[in-house]
């Protein structure tokens, strides 16, 4: 039996990795309607994007690969660091400081049971 997997990546995202990965953590292994559900309750704006990237995963698997959606499940998914986009801040006695904002990629893997 083949190990079937839908992936889906989201570059990019104007959010703090350390943000999104708090958030990512509380679907891994879960079911995909389970995890859609714990994404829903979730006030952050990460869980609306997490979100975003498991339906698209989940199309993928139900489309590209002929899998059913009530089976599949959260195999795998994490967040990595993105490009950085640094800007001047104005600081005390003369100082220009930096002001960085940090962006994720976010990956979500989903397979059958």
Request: glycine letters at 4%; charged letters at 30%.
């Amino acid at each position: 039996m083949e190990n079937l997997e839908a992936k889906a990546i989201l570059k990019t995202v104007r959010i703090a990795p350390r943000k999104t990965r708090l958030i990512i953590d509380l679907i891994r292994g879960k079911s995909v309607a389970e995890a859609r559900a714990i994404l829903a309750n979730q006030p952050q704006r990460a869980a609306r994007v997490i979100e975003k990237v498991l339906n698209s995963s989940v199309a993928n698997a139900v489309n590209n690969l002929n899998m059913n959606e009530e089976n599949l499940y959260v195999k795998t998914c994490y967040v990595d660091e993105g490009i950085v986009l640094k800007r001047a801040k104005m600081d005390s006695r003369g100082h220009v400081g930096r002001n960085d904002h940090k962006t994720s990629h976010i990956t979500v893997i989903v397979a059958e049971k």
